[in-house]
């Protein structure tokens, strides 16, 4: 697809992975709607658009409250009248072991990974569905082909995204709707080092690798289409 001129929402794009995606589509022509919580991190983002003369627009969202999200995509159709892209990338993870974990981080964990995704994707399917067209990327994480200690409900968000992912690719594809996963390994961000704080940065994933797959998906020709990728460390266990 050509994406100059398309209109995308990224969340998550203050920092780290969402950031890179949003920069790297902006670098196609794509006009990007920047959410995430924190409006100053969100102008840096922005600033950076800016200065190769980009387009994009800031709408801070916490992507845990459906208000907020219905409003992402109302101010999102008003000012570009279409969206041919969402990327799910906002995410959080809490660590601690099952037997102790709070049902206060569970929700915590849940109301952005999954609910958020979501009730994203059904706003952006109500655009999608009366345009007949979009595309809808969730970033999801190797830890659902691997199992890692206190992780067990930032790992149960991160399936579900592969369920709601893969039903909704069956139910709107007839639509000329495509959705997929993007699983990334450990990557160069501040969330690595709460989730792995074992893990050296050396040999961590730029969050450059991850918006440069989301721009190889999205680029493909009209007649072909990625599910799903993995995108793993080369240093970390082949699966
Ligand atoms: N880094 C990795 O190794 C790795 C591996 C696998 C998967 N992932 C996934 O990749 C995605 C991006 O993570 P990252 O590594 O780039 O983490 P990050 O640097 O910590 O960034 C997380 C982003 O999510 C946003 N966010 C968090 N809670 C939010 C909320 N309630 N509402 C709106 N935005 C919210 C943050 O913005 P604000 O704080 O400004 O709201 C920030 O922009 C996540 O889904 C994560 O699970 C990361």
Redesign the pocket.
Known sequence: MDLNNKVAIV??????????ISIFLAKQGVKVVL????KE??EETQNIITSFKGTSIIVP?????DN?IINLFKITKKEFGRLDILI??????VRGKLVDFSTNDYDKIM???LK?VFICCQQALKIMISQKSGFIIN?????VFKNYPEQGV?AA??HGIVGITKTIANEVQHYGIHTALI??????????S???PDLGRSA??P?DD?AKTVLYMLQLSDNSWVDEIYLRRRTAKPS
Not at 88 to 93: H, K, L, P, Q, S
């Open positions: 969340t998550g794009a203050s920092k780290g992975i969402g950031r890179s959410a995430a919580r924190t991190k969100l969202t916490d992507i845990s409250k907020e799910n990338n906002a995410g959080t993870v109301n952005v990974n958020g970033i999801g994480s190797n830890i930032y968000s991160k699983h990334p390994g450990a990557a160069d961000t501040e969330l690595i709460q989730a792995r961590l994933i969050p991850i």
